[in-house]
């Protein structure tokens, strides 16, 4: 499912879109494409301003009794989830691998203040578990915590691709799955963090509760609740489920070469229709009738994908894994979409360009087509003695 030239069939649209097209899908057309990178300070400070502005709208759209508000108040949700995702998945990330900042003691603060106010896992959770996903012992195996998650939650080697795709809309809509989801994160914050961390949660809690008592529920549920648990929860799923090819029925990777293969890059869009790719009897009009279907297919399903579950960096998460095969440094990791451009360029021998998948719908079915591909040897009998997913899953073993 991995496709090459995706974000080349784009080259004949007009330039002037081409930046845009650049931070929908995550992939610059060309590695020396002029970029705009805000200075990491400014990104944090910007990212949170928006946070706060998107809620504030949210509660302003709320109070409005009309079926007007409902669109703008589904689009600030994404914008709001995508805001939230990526002071996590990218600020804390890299504050934890210390390099968000120049400063040491500013990544160590922002990993401890961010998690407070956000209510996410806290700082030490989170860098203890995301350094053992870096480990190769560890990685995508089901000592990886990402790994292990999805598992519990049914993703699990050798169930069948369209049971997987079932799990996944079963999930999605299980309140037992906010609910576990939202006690992890809460559990972490509130019950397993330091006393000055737990306090900050606290006072942002009074004012979760300040909100219900002055406005009410209905406006915590439409500004809070939706965004901040459910739609995020749905969001960090889709990012786990579709990040590295999982195996939790299998041991550490062999070798770089098997690290390299359990990454990949993800991107979003879709070719766009050649007029080459068409028999001369097709007309105009059924060419612009496939142009006028990829710009809406890119405005109503890739773009919101970007805007609020692939966010900022996070379409060169293999980059982030194996920059140094190609000589370039991870810290530099603000450039990463471009650097992994640089990278196919110069060589590519860290096979990025190989491994590309291209909308959200292709990401989910290549991992679960992956699972489905891992042959699972256990007996009725070694499941029952199992006492949880994970055990029983390490008895499976991979086809060869
Ligand atoms: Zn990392
Ligand atoms: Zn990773």
């Known amino acids: 499912m991995f496709e090459s030239d995706t974000r080349e069939s784009m080259r004949v649209l007009p330039r002037i879109i081409q930046p845009a097209l650049t931070w929908i899908t995550g992939k610059p057309l060309d590695a020396n494409e002029p970029c705009l990178i805000l200075p990491t300070v400014l990104d944090v400070i910007v990212t949170f301003a928006f946070a706060v502005g998107n809620f504030v709208f949210l509660v302003w759209l709320a109070k409005k009794e009309t079926v007007v508000a409902l669109p703008f108040i589904i689009i600030s949700w994404l914008f709001l989830v995508g805001f939230l995702r990526k002071m996590q998945v990218t600020h804390l990330h890299h504050a934890i691998h210390n390099r968000l900042f120049a400063s040491p003691r500013l990544n160590r603060l922002y990993a401890r ?7 996410v896992q806290n700082g030490i959770e989170y860098r203890k578990e995301h350094l053992e996903h870096h480990n190769a012992d560890i990685f995508t195996t089901a000592h990886d915590a990402d790994a292990a998650f999805l598992a519990k939650l049914g993703f699990i080697p050798g169930r069948e691709r369209s049971e997987l795709w079932m799990n996944l809309w079963m999930t999605v809509a299980s309140p037992v799955f906010h609910i576990v989801f939202a006690r992890a994160r809460l559990g972490s914050i509130f019950l397993r963090n330091g006393p ?18 002055i406005s009410g529920w209905k406006i915590y549920a ?21 990040e590295h090819a999982w195996n939790v029925g299998d041991g550490p990777v ?29 007309s105009a009009f059924a060419h612009a009738t496939l142009v006028c279907l990829w710009a809406a297919k890119m405005i109503l399903v890739h773009l919101p994908v970007r805007v609020a579950c692939l966010v900022a960096d996070l379409p060169a998460h293999d980059w982030h894994h194996l ?14 979409l471009y650097l992994r451009q640089t990278a196919i360029v110069d060589g590519d021998k860290p096979n990025f360009s190989r491994r590309e998948l291209w909308g959200i719908y292709s990401m ?10 891992i042959k699972c040897t256990y007996s009725l009998l070694d ?12 008895d499976s073993g991979e086809q060869k």
């Open 113 to 119: 203040v961010l998690p407070s106010l956000i209510f």
């Open 254 to 282: 062999k070798n770089w070469n098997e690290y390299k293969n359990r990454c990949w890059g993800r991107f979003c869009g879709e070719t766009f229709p050649s007029r080459h790719r068409q028999s001369h009897s097709d």
């Open 222 to 242: 439409i500004a809070i609740l939706v965004p901040i648990f459910l739609l995020y929860h749905i969001s960090a799923l889709l990012q786990f489920l579709t």
């Open 364 to 373: 989910i079915e290549h991992q679960f087509i992956w699972l489905q591909s």
């Open 383 to 394: 499941t029952k003695k199992s006492s949880n997913v994970e055990e029983f899953a390490l």
């Open 323 to 336: 920059a140094h095969m190609a000589g370039q440094n991870s810290r530099d990791w603000t450039r990463s």
């Open 196 to 213: 000055v961390e737990t306090l900050l949660a606290l006072s942002v809690a009074l004012g979760h509760i300040a909100l219900i008592v």
